[in-house]
């Protein structure tokens, strides 16, 4: 019978908020794959907890994962946990998840404290709709191409950042999103967590003076559907109406329906994008 893979979330900060079912799953394993053994170490320490640990991390993921697997289909139940919060997220677990169901074996998640969840609902931000970047690239080509897609994400945003990274995402942000509320959250659930609201610029100011410490979550606000309708106008304003009416046509719209849509966006009546049209061909 195989074993069982038990995702298993850890503290981001106190210890107090590990969950009595990750303690006794921790205890009651065959194996823990941790992230960082020695960081690991500490929690397993601070619990009393004694099962043995091997390394699985961003540079033996996929060959550690082959191993682990292995023990898997032998029945040995594993907990795979990361430094910090839930595993698998923004993290090289998602390898080894992937691979687990590839070779249909059982997983499970023991849920728990993450990051990004705890920073959203801190933000004063709308969290209906939201979404996860995790760490910006570090490849340049890859990270404009992302931050000019975020340019018109609607959706609140969420994105890590290290302290010595802080003040350059945050000048591009300013440079590519433009005017923003951003709520910088540190050193979440620690003696010293700090929830700081403020508007992009005023962050990106701040921080070309102040040394930040800690690692940070960042939660943006997106693009607004006001701002939206004004830029969607503004492109409207360079197009011909006839133009704009065969603009809907193109997507499949039959003429009376383009005619409709093309007097919204201009903020006219129908009657009037009728009277034009029949008046030029006329």
Sequence with gaps: ?????????????????????????????????AEDTRNSKKLLNYFDIHTPMT?????????????LIGLLQEGK????????????????????????????????????????????????????????????PGDKRERREILEELAGETRTMIIYEAPHHLAGTLEELYGCLGERKITLCRELTKKFETIIPMTLKEAAEYYREESPRGEYVLVLEGKSKEELRREKIAS??????????????????DHKSAMKQAAKDRG?????????LHGSST
């Excluded at 195989?2 to 850890?10: D, F, K, Q, R, S």
């Excluded at 390394?55 to 191993?67: D, F, L, Q, R």
């Excluded at 006219?268 to 034009?276: L, N, P, Q, T």
């Design 1 to 33: 019978m195989a074993g069982i893979l038990y995702l298993c979330a850890t503290p981001i900060g106190n210890l107090q908020d590990m969950t009595p079912r990750g303690v006794e799953t921790l205890r009651t394993v065959d194996l823990i794959a």
């Design 55 to 67: 390394s699985y991390h961003e540079y033996n993921k996929v060959e550690k994962a082959k191993y």
């Design 77 to 136: 139940n594993i907990a795979l946990i990361s430094d910090a919060g839930t595993p698998a997220i923004s993290d090289p677990g998602e390898v080894l998840v992937r691979m687990c169901h590839e070779n249909q074996l059982p997983v499970t998640s023991l849920p728990g404290p993450a990051a990004c969840i705890t920073a959203l609902i801190l933000s004063g931000l709308p969290t209906r709709r939201f979404c996860f970047e995790g760490f910006l």
């Design 236 to 253: 409207w304003k360079v197009m011909s109406i006839e133009e704009h009416v065969a603009y809907y046509e193109e997507q499949g719209m």
């Design 268 to 276: 006219v009546g129908k009657r009037e994008i009728y009277a034009y």
